[in-house]
């Protein structure tokens, strides 16, 4: 404790809220894990389920404008018309979600080192604008709760926790740089000594407990701030490509002297943000939902007894996240293991991943949502021809049937929204109209 008082006694000097600062320090941890295997009995219940419809969510990317903002309104030099084009297409958005049934939407507030709302900590997103730090002239965040609400549909705060930008250009470093001047600069340039190059991307440094310490202050203003629904992680912990891998070397000689491997500290590395984050959004605001979105397989039957039945890239292995870990130990109101693929893929069935994730959720009071890929539907694949056949319907009709049938998944959430307006999609689109729509 006396070490994570020293580390908050020199956040204290940066930009962070004491109310964040004050639910940090009661967070801090450094237990190394006992195994590298998982435990198969669960540790901990989380808190007691809400009793609450279905989950008929979509998530709405922010990234590289994937969703929203439309790319054409960045280009609009009177703010007034751009913030109208904006706030129409958002609107828009929302009245067609709410025509097909959707009750929730995952809205990306943090697509990486920047936010949609105007943060003590981050500079304003250039999404809006097409320049960091510059004020779009209304508050994002605010404006999708407001709208969403007053549709009767959710929000959760979706957040990328590690991401600082999406490639690493001169032309984004000259960027980031930029920021030097305002308040609140990048952590680019605040915190060099954090940023590391990997899958191509800057990225924080997962090992460093200030950085760990960072990300959940920003969660914590979010929280604090908004009413937002819940709070939701993306897949993103450690991301690597064979080209790009994260240089942490150096940290793991500072920080994981108590661990025999680098793979098993690096689990407990996002174990440790996984808890502050958790604990953190549990004493600010307990109502306010805490879930994460893992890759689909946590770990292959092969290299782990407990794993499912598959043969697909596993979070546990490859992004070093214990996904199963934290539903066991009740860190998670809900999870979402994003399951991407048909019936028919052999490597990663659908059926056998939902299934699997079911056991693990059963003994537990964490909710089950499973992510469908709705990019698939309609699009040519020699792999999986079934998104092909009638227009996907069928392939996803099965998926939904499936998700209903069994009692511990509690409901479903598409990838992603602006799929929902592509040609190739619309006869799923009709299809999940008529099934969950007024």
């Excluded at 999404?127 to 508050?139: K, S």
């Excluded at 930029?178 to 991307?201: K, N």
């Amino acid at each position: 404790m006396d070490i994570c008082f020293r580390r908050f006694q020199l956040m204290a000097k940066k930009s962070f809220s004491l109310i964040a600062m004050a639910l940090l320090l009661s967070s801090c941890s450094s237990e190394p894990p006992v195994s590298l295997v998982t435990p198969s009995t669960p540790v901990t219940p989380g808190k007691s389920q809400q009793s609450q419809e279905p989950m008929r969510g979509i998530w709405l990317a922010t990234v590289s404008r994937l969703d929203w903002p439309p790319v054409s309104s960045v280009n609009v030099s009177n703010t007034a018309s751009r913030i109208r084009q904006q706030q129409n297409a958002l609107t828009n958005k929302l009245d067609q979600l709410k025509s097909i049934g959707i009750n929730t939407v995952f809205f990306q507030v943090k697509p990486d080192g920047t936010a949609l709302w105007p943060s003590e900590i981050l500079p304003w997103s250039d999404l809006m604008t097409g320049t960091i730090g510059e004020n779009p002239g209304y508050d994002p965040l605010q404006f999708m709760l407001d709208e969403a609400h007053k549709r009767g549909m959710k929000v959760h705060a979706w957040f990328n926790p590690y991401r600082v930008s999406t490639n690493t250009k001169p032309s984004t470093v000259a960027e980031l740089n930029s920021t030097a001047s305002q308040h609140p600069s990048s952590v680019f340039v605040l915190h060099r000594d954090w940023i590391r190059t990997a899958g191509d991307r800057f990225v924080l440094d997962p090992g460093i407990p200030e950085a760990r310490d960072w990300i959940t202050s920003i969660v914590a203003e979010v929280v604090s701030r908004y009413p937002v629904d819940g709070v939701q992680f993306d897949d993103y912990f450690y991301t690597e490509s064979p080209g790009s891998t994260l240089n942490d070397n150096e940290t793991y000689r500072k920080y994981g002297g108590a661990f025999v491997s680098k793979a098993d500290w690096r689990r407990h590395n996002t174990q440790l943000l996984i808890e502050q984050v958790s604990r953190t959004i549990n004493k600010l605001k307990p109502d306010v939902e805490f879930g994460v979105s893992p890759a689909g397989v946590w770990r292959n039957r092969s290299h782990d007894p407990a794993g499912s039945d598959t043969r697909g890239a596993a979070a546990y292995d490859e992004s070093f996240a214990d996904t199963r870990r934290w539903v066991q130990q009740g860190l998670l109101d809900y999870i979402a293991p994003q399951i991407y693929w048909p019936f028919s893929r052999s490597a990663a069935r659908y059926d056998v991943l939902a299934k699997w994730w079911a056991d693990v959720v059963k003994p537990t009071n964490t909710r089950l949502y499973i992510g469908i890929a709705l990019y698939k539907v309609g699009e040519p694949s020699k792999n999986e021809p079934d998104w092909m056949v009638n227009g996907g319907v069928p392939e996803l009709k099965k998926q939904l049937d499936l998700n209903e049938s069994v009692p511990q998944i509690s409901g479903t959430i598409l990838f992603r929204e602006d799929y929902l307006n592509q040609p190739q999609t619309q006869q799923a689109v009709n299809y999940l109209r008529s099934r969950w729509g007024s």
